[in-house]
């Protein structure tokens, strides 16, 4: 649905300023058959818009292992001027919380684990709703009474909007301040102080060696 979206909100933008889609996905493995799965399940996303018309925003699949180098690299690449999800919220959400290590807005469902590091006063969120999820993706993980956060794709496709014809520097600054804050938040000096603080609180001395008297 991200990239249904994308395609029906920017399909007649003209061709030279018309943005594009870089999706950086795999399925169950990194080999060639998911590869050509996931280009097929493309195709068919495009088709069901209208198929690959002259008119449609190019989108581009990145497949397969990367390194930390060259996800950086894409991160901060000067293209790539706001990073998106539509995650029905199924877990913390590392590879946004990278994203804003870049500095660029991002645009998230509004629920979950990320949600603890997407700070509202620096974040836009896309709407939606809370339903249970579809009994098709429900397995030994994903139980059928569990659910899902569903974005509101007709208002996903206003934020897009907004995001496009009014991208300006104080979208930029607030993610410049989200990407202090994180930076700071989330180190690893950061995270070694809380783990020691739990430690000192609930391991207030390491256990040491007492002998055994026993009552003559």
């Known amino acids: 649905m991200l990239i249904k979206t994308f395609l029906e909100t920017f399909r007649e933008v003209p061709e030279n300023i018309r943005p594009a889609l870089i999706l950086k996905t795999s399925g169950a493995a990194l080999c060639k058959i998911d590869k050509y799965e996931c280009i097929s399940k493309l195709k068919s996303i495009i ?24 996800m950086n690299a894409l991160y901060n690449h000067e293209k790539v001027k706001v990073h998106t999800s539509f995650t029905h919220g ?41 339903k249970q999820i579809n ?22 496709e206003d934020k897009f909007k907004q995001y496009y014809h009014s991208y300006n520097q104080s979208y930029t600054d607030k993610a410049e ?38 009552p003559k």
């Open 47 to 70: 088709e069901s818009v209208g198929g690959d018309k002259p008119e449609n925003p190019n989108v581009y699949i990145l497949h397969g292992e990367f390194t930390d180098e060259e």
């Open 177 to 214: 301040q989200l990407r202090i804050e994180n930076a700071e938040k989330f180190s690893l000096n950061a995270m070694d102080a809380k783990l020691w603080g739990i430690l000192d609180k609930y391991v207030p001395e390491f256990a040491v060696e007492k002998k055994i008297i026993l």
């Open 90 to 130: 199924e877990g913390f959400g590392h590879p946004l919380l990278l994203a804003t290590l870049s500095g660029k807005p991002v645009l998230s469902s509004n629920w979950s684990g990320h949600l603890d590091f997407l700070n509202p006063k620096y974040t836009s969120f896309f709407e939606g709703s809370i």
């Open 135 to 156: 009994p098709e993706s429900a397995n030994e993980w994903l139980i059928k009474e569990s659910s899902w956060f569903y974005v509101a794709y007709g208002l996903a």
